[in-house]
């Protein structure tokens, strides 16, 4: 079965530094969205992304995070410059098409910021 | 703005007992509603989904929810649980004209044995 997968599996980082979070959607998606999880806290929207532009973001998505596709298969999470409260579990997920409705996972990212 | 609800943060019950997670949704345009589950250190997997039609959907693991769109809610039943049930689910909402789903806060599910 397709899925999407994720890597790294845990990062640990000083503050301040960047972070690039990489995903692989699956391969006949066209949506593609980052999600936080602070622990214990819940799912947060970061940003949904659809041919090769930003469609939406929400107020976390600042300056300091990009996202990208590079190569048609690689989907990324840029923080420029990490701080403590980046700290969280990042999920990329992935969507067929309008209206099919279900958001697929990744197994996520955790970052630590020290 | 559009929230989605989940009022029990924490539930637990015995297995074999009955189980319902409620979830309610602010905004009133078409609702496409979801739930999913989360294993301990594992990523979101769906159990269910409404878009139209039945109002009440079967999922997998022996789920079902209803929708009720008088009282903005989808909650999410299962009428005998197992111990592999404990996990925290999701409710979540999306409607035509954007591409972003809302997740509500969670409920972690306790099963005792």
């Known amino acids: 079965e397709p899925e999407v997968t994720q890597t790294p599996s845990h990062q640990v980082t000083q503050m301040g530094q960047e972070v690039i979070l990489r995903c692989v959607p699956i391969?006949?998606?066209?949506?593609f969205y980052w999600y936080r999880q602070i622990l214990g806290q819940k799912v947060e929207f970061l940003v949904s992304?659809?041919?090769?532009?930003?469609?939406?973001k929400s107020e976390i998505f600042d300056d300091q995070f990009s996202v990208e596709r590079p190569d048609g298969s690689n989907f990324t999470l840029k923080i420029r410059s990490t701080k403590l409260e980046d700290s969280a579990m990042y999920f990329c997920?992935?969507?067929?098409?309008?209206?099919?409705?279900?958001?697929?996972f990744g197994e996520g990212s955790r970052l630590t910021v020290l | 703005a559009q929230s989605v609800t989940q009022p029990d943060i924490h539930i637990t019950v015995s297995e074999g007992a009955s189980l319902e997670l409620r979830c309610n949704y602010s905004?009133?345009?078409?609702?496409?509603l979801f739930w999913y589950v989360q294993s301990p250190g594992q990523g979101l997997q769906l159990l269910l989904k409404?878009?139209?039609?039945?109002?009440l959907v079967q999922g997998i693991k022996g789920f079902e929810a209803e929708f009720k769109r008088s009282q903005s809610s989808f909650n999410l039943r299962k009428p005998s649980v197992h111990w592999s049930d404990a996990a925290e689910y999701f409710c979540?909402?999306?409607?035509?004209?954007?591409?972003?789903?809302?997740f509500g806060t969670g409920t972690r599910l306790k099963v005792l044995a």
């Open positions: 905004y009133g345009a078409t609702p496409y």
């Open positions: 409404y878009f139209s039609g039945d109002t």
């Open positions: 997920a992935s969507l067929r098409g309008a209206n099919t409705g279900e958001l697929f």
């Open positions: 992304f659809y041919n090769n532009e930003i469609s939406e």
């Open positions: 391969s006949n998606h066209l949506y």
């Open positions: 979540a909402y999306t409607t035509s004209g954007t591409y972003k789903y809302i």
